[in-house]
């Protein structure tokens, strides 16, 4: 069983296996779309969101599944029932669980007791399923990331977090400009730099926007 909680937590190839399934599902979608027959996804919403929403439930019905909406009103998770509870009893019903989150630890603890697959839809710390999408999207306009640079510009939050990751699991350098005292958790950003290490990539964190756009590949910003 394999979780998706964090890229830092990825190997490089199960990262580019991804991307490259997604290629192949976009390219060929009949193909998939019994995959996940008879499969029921429980979508755990903390946090609303109307592109994680109808995606996952979009995504799983179009592979031949089921996705079941659960609002913070619909199941005790962190409200009188322990999360090592709410994992374990859903593991029983679902075969997957998607949780869009605020607390990092809510979606770990999902994964650390329940017995099914985890999938982090978005915490206050990440947000590795739009990374993921995000390096389709390069693959598919640049048809590669290897060697390229990817600039981010915007405040330190969850999705510079997780693109820092990805950045280094693709094989290219990373560049984060930011306003001091907007710059990512520095704990963050040690597990990034082990992870550029690895890889051969350069990471940088900046207050100069141009110095993060020199030679850039991809620009990205995020809400501000």
């Known amino acids: 069983m394999k979780h998706l909680v964090s890229i ?15 290629v192949d599902i976009k390219s060929n979608p009949d193909a998939y779309a019994d995959r996940l027959k008879n499969k029921t996804l429980g979508m755990i919403f903390q ?21 079941l909406f659960l609002s913070s009103r619909d199941i005790q998770l962190g409200r009188g029932e322990p999360i090592s509870d709410t994992a374990q ?5 679902v075969d997957g669980i998607m949780a869009r ?7 770990v603890n ?13 915490t206050d710390l990440l947000h590795p399923c739009q990374a993921l999408a995000d390096l389709l999207t390069i693959r598919e306009k640049l ?14 939050n969850n999705m510079a977090h997780s693109l820092m990751f990805a950045a280094s699991k693709a094989g290219m350098d990373f560049a984060c400009g930011a306003p ?7 704990e963050v950003v040690a597990q990034g730099q082990a992870d550029a290490d690895a890889a051969g990539t350069a990471l940088l964190q900046t207050t100069d926007i141009v110095e993060a756009v020199r030679d850039a ?8």
């Open 8 to 22: 830092h937590d990825m190997s490089a190839a199960e990262v580019a296996a991804i991307v490259d399934l997604a």
């Open 47 to 67: 946090k609303s969101s109307t592109r994680t929403r109808v995606s996952f439930q979009v995504g799983i019905y179009q592979l031949g599944g089921i996705g």
């Open 89 to 93: 009893v859903l593991s029983r019903y």
């Open 101 to 107: 989150t605020f607390a990092h630890d809510d979606v």
């Open 110 to 122: 999902l994964a650390k007791y329940g017995s099914i697959p985890v999938i982090n839809g978005l």
């Open 143 to 156: 048809g590669e990331t290897r060697g390229l640079k990817f600039a981010y510009i915007g405040d330190g």
């Open 180 to 186: 001091e005292g907007y710059w990512m958790d520095p």
């Open 217 to 224: 590949d991809v620009i990205y910003t995020d809400v501000w």
